[in-house]
């Protein structure tokens, strides 16, 4: 990436062998594998290991449980050995519940990937608890009103956190410096890291088709928040079970670089209709509503008298901001993508204050 291009390489392959990727070359994995034990995914896990057919045909599903996770867990010894120190890994996951033989019970397929995180060395920070309700007529499971034969309903999925090492070192100037440009506002901060996230509302779906309904693609709204939150602009996110591209997409609107993998040969195309069919109007709106959202923040908290006065202010948007570490953010609008083969190039222009219509500094104050 030379500053102002982004690069996006999508391979067809099992991630179970990440050999195109370098160690320690990875700032961030965002990513949500099949979810074991959850029956759309049955064929796909038998697939890469046949005696996964054979537990589940037995009805033991402990067996087929694990043998799935064991699957898994070669792909976290990629995500470990492709990682930088200090690089993070953030995996969407939910738990799955099955009645195999008459024996109904919970598959806890967070804990069991907590668990090959930590076997690894990787260590796990707080989680986020995405809270996704249902009104499902269906959505009560069990006994009814009888006590004691009835199940609570599974309402959320999982994000869970994970660092390699401890803190990422930003040591010269100018690696500070870029990290400073890549930060966020106040006001994210203090939704983005809430541990319930609750994404109804938000604007979330890139390309509402039946294919991305079918392929269990997580919201637009999810990855973008990730990337922002655990990576700086110009860095590599990876995502080894890509679907239908969100990482990619998400990352592109995020100015970072993006590999994915993705073992079914037909998502290649969808993957591309998906980058294709996404205008780059739509990704330039989240950064405009950004920046409206940061305005309307600091028109309604500067006509609050009860809060101090904002000191701080970013020359790069001409905009007040509550902390001196919001001074240099950078944020840049996507001019085009480039789509050859399996690469997506991105070029970008940075935000020109002057040509958007945000408030200007205030007079007579103390900045
Ligand atoms: C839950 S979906 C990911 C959805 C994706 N986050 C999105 O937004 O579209 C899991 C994907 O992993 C793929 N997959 C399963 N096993 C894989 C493997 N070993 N290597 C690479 N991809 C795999 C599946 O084909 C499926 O597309």
């Not at 309307?296 to 908290?301: H, I, K, Y």
Request: charged residues 25%.
């Amino acid at each position: 990436m030379d500053g102002n291009t982004s690069t996006h390489k999508i391979i067809i392959g099992a991630a179970q062998n990440m050999q195109q990727i370098e160690n320690n070359s990875i700032e961030l994995v965002v990513t949500s594998p099949p979810y074991p034990m959850i029956e759309m995914w049955d064929n796909i896990m038998s697939e890469q290991n046949p005696e996964i057919k054979t537990a589940l045909k037995n009805s033991n599903g402990l067996l087929a449980f694990e043998l799935m996770h064991k699957e898994l867990d070669k792909i976290w010894t990629e995500v470990e050995r492709v990682l930088i120190p200090g690089g993070f890994a953030c995996i969407n996951i939910g738990d799955a519940t099955r009645t195999i033989n008459g024996d109904f019970q919970l598959y806890p397929n967070h804990s069991r990937i907590i668990s090959a995180f930590q076997k690894l060395g990787i260590s796990n920070l707080p989680n986020i608890i995405w809270r996704k309700q249902t009104n499902a007529p269906n959505k009560f499971m069990g006994s009814g009103m009888l006590p004691s034969g009835a199940y609570v309903t599974l309402e959320h999925e999982w994000i869970l956190i994970f660092r390699k090492g401890g803190k990422r070192q930003f040591k010269t100037d100018g690696e500070k410096l870029h990290r400073k440009e890549s930060s966020f506002f106040w006001e994210e901060r203090n939704v983005w890291f809430s541990d319930l996230w609750d994404l109804k509302g938000t604007k979330q779906k890139i390309n509402n088709s039946e294919t991305r309904k079918r392929s269990a693609a997580f919201p637009f709204e999810l990855a973008y928040r990730l990337i922002n939150m655990y990576s700086l602009q110009g860095d590599t996110v990876l995502d080894p079970f890509l679907g239908t591209g969100t990482t990619t997409v998400a990352s592109i609107a995020t100015k970072r670089n993006s590999i994915g993998y993705e073992i079914d040969p037909m998502f290649s195309d969808i993957i591309k209709d998906n980058i294709k069919n996404t205008p780059v109007s739509f990704l330039n709106s989240y950064i405009q509503n950004r920046i409206e959202n940061h305005k309307q923040f600091l028109v309604e908290r500067n006509a609050d008298p009860k809060k101090k006065e904002i000191k701080h202010y970013n020359e790069n948007l001409k905009m007040q901001v509550m902390t001196s570490q919001e001074t240099e953010i950078k944020l840049s609008f996507i001019e085009k993508l480039e789509i050859v083969d399996n690469k997506i190039t991105c070029f970008y222009n940075s935000v020109n204050p002057d040509k958007i219509d945000l408030p200007k500094k205030k007079k007579n104050k103390a900045i």
